[in-house]
Structures are given as structure tokens and as C-alpha cells.
């Protein structure tokens, strides 16, 4: 670990393949910008808790329904970023709303990746197979992944960069999310190590 390298965190609900590439980068890229020091769930069985073990990260699980209420939930959140001296988030493939106060908190600090292009098939309830099931279902001809920053609304804000490949014939949900896993996987980490090293890229990508 070297001194001067951005604390992310990586927030994640499923089998965490993105995050699992995102810690890969950064131990195969001595320069890259960033340094996961903590990795938040919401659920224990969630893959992603045996990838951050694997990569030695701290890993904390904060179910909402295990609070008293929900202020207390969004206390300990913010108490936890703190702890760890979060500078910035990535979300990948976290199911649940970031409470307002941190998206205020994390503003062009905290991204997250969606497997299509936005604005298409985004929104509330647009994730994992029923995005890719609606683009084929939609007979669209590219698909992709937007990485974009995280705004108060479901995958409404504004868009760092998108990627785009072609649907074969006869693609099918579960073909076109294998191809978008691995173009996220290429894109993701790479984008964060830019945006984390160099303030001015962040620039470049201002929210509107
Ligand atoms: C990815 O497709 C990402 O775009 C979306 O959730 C999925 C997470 O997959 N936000 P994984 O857990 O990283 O495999």
C-alpha cells in the first residue's frame, strides 16, 4: 500500500465480480490511483463478503432492518466512511438507495456502473437480468455499460463515460450479461484509477 493513493470504498449487494476486478487492478497496477480500504454490504451471504476477504479488505454488512430506524442506519454509515477515512465510493452492484446525505457528502466522489446506456433501461427496479432481458426483448442493436455519478435519483446522474458493443443474433439475456460483465471488468477499475489520480479528470466530468 502506498502513501498518497485515494481510500475507496467499493459498495456491493451480489457475487461482486466488478469489485473483484477493481481490487485486481489495483494490485497488478502499482500507479493506480486508488486503494480499497473498505468494502460495504447489505447482505452476509452477498459473494462479494468472500472476494473482499480473499483481497484481505475490511468488510462491513449494514442491514437497514437491523437498525432502529433509519436515521440511526445512515448515522452509522456515515460514522463507518469516517472510520475509515472513505474519500470515495464506487458502487457496483449495490441494490440498495444511498442516503441523500451521503450522495451530498460524496458529490463527484461516488460512482456507479450500469449495465446498459443510460438513460435507457435505468431507473428504479432496472437491474441485473431484467436490464439485459429488456435491451433483447427491445431488439436493440448495441447495448453497453454507463459509469456515471451518483445523484439522488436512480441512475440519473450525469454520465463520465459510456461503452458500447454490438448484440449478436440470437443474444439472449444471459449471453449479453456475460459480455457486459466483461467490459465492465475492463472499463470500471481503469475509469476509477483516472478519476481517482487526477483531480482535474473529475473535472472534466462535472455534475450538472
Ligand atoms: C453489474 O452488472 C453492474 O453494472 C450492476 O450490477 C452488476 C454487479 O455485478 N450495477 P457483480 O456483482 O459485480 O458481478
Not at 103 to 114: F, G, L, S, T
Not at 174 to 179: D, F, G, H, P
Request: hydrophobic letters at 40%; charged letters at 20%; aromatic letters at 8%.
Amino acid at each position: 500500500m502506498s502513501e498518497g493513493k485515494t481510500r475507496l470504498a467499493i459498495f456491493a449487494s451480489g457475487t461482486g465480480s466488478n469489485a473483484e476486478a477493481i481490487l485486481q487492478y489495483e494490485h497488478i497496477h502499482p500507479n493506480c490511483g486508488y486503494q480499497t480500504v473498505l468494502v460495504v454490504s447489505n447482505k452476509q451471504t452477498a459473494g462479494v463478503v468472500q472476494v473482499a476477504e480473499r483481497y484481505g479488505v475490511v468488510c462491513r454488512i449494514l442491514d437497514e432492518k437491523e437498525f432502529p430506524d433509519n436515521a440511526n442506519y445512515v448515522e452509522s454509515l456515515i460514522q463507518l466512511l469516517q472510520t475509515e477515512q472513505v474519500e470515495f465510493i464506487a458502487l457496483a452492484g449495490y441494490l440498495k438507495k444511498i442516503p441523500d446525505i451521503l450522495v451530498r457528502q460524496y458529490e463527484k466522489r461516488m460512482v456507479n456502473i450500469h449495465p446498459s446506456l443510460l438513460p435507457k433501461f435505468g431507473g428504479a427496479g432496472m437491474y441485473g437480468m431484467k436490464v439485459h432481458e429488456a435491451v433483447v426483448q427491445a431488439r436493440e442493436h448495441i447495448s453497453g455499460c454507463t459509469i456515471h455519478w451518483v445523484s439522488e435519483e436512480y441512475d440519473a446522474g450525469a454520465v463520465i463515460a459510456q461503452f458500447s458493443i454490438p448484440l449478436s443474433s440470437g443474444e439472449d439475456g444471459v449471453s449479453l450479461s456475460a459480455k457486459i460483465r466483461k467490459l465492465e471488468h475492463e472499463k470500471y477499475p481503469e475509469l476509477l484509477s483516472t478519476l481517482t489520480t487526477n483531480p482535474l479528470a473529475r473535472d472534466k466530468h462535472k455534475a450538472p
